[in-house]
């Protein structure tokens, strides 16, 4: 059982940055693929960023790729999310994910554990 908490979400000004945060509770953070998920309001779950469980291997939608960075640290259990040249259109709730496998997936249906989310608004 893996309990995720995020925090670090804001209101911020477009061009502006943030950083995200997703502490991880559980024995096997370490060994799990992790991603962060965002949906905004009217709008479906939409994949973000993801990283392996050893940090080697991410995937990043194409809408963020440049602007986001994730990276973990294991010894902390906790994964982060670097936000930079924010844009209205990143404005979103953003919840970080768990998955037990080793795959770097971009389907939330492989996300076994789900934090309860924060919110990020960025104003034009």
């Known amino acids: 059982q893996v309990q995720l908490v995020e925090s670090g979400g804001g209101l911020v000004q477009a061009g502006g940055s943030l950083r995200l945060s997703c502490a991880a509770s559980g024995r096997t953070f370490s060994t799990n693929t992790m991603g962060w998920f965002r949906q905004a309001p009217g709008k479906e779950r939409e994949f973000v960023v993801a990283?392996?469980?050893?940090?080697?291997?991410?995937s990043y939608a194409d809408s963020v790729k440049g602007r986001f960075t994730i990276s973990r640290d294991n010894a902390k259990s906790t994964v982060y999310l670097q936000m930079d040249s924010l844009k209205p259109e990143d404005t979103a709730v953003y919840y970080c994910?768990?998955?037990?496998?080793?795959?770097?997936?971009?389907?939330?249906?492989?996300?076994?554990?789900w934090g309860q989310g924060t919110q990020v608004t960025v104003s034009s």
């Open positions: 994910a768990a998955d037990r496998g080793a795959l770097v997936s971009r389907d939330y249906r492989e996300y076994d554990y």
């Open positions: 990283i392996s469980y050893g940090g080697r291997a991410t």
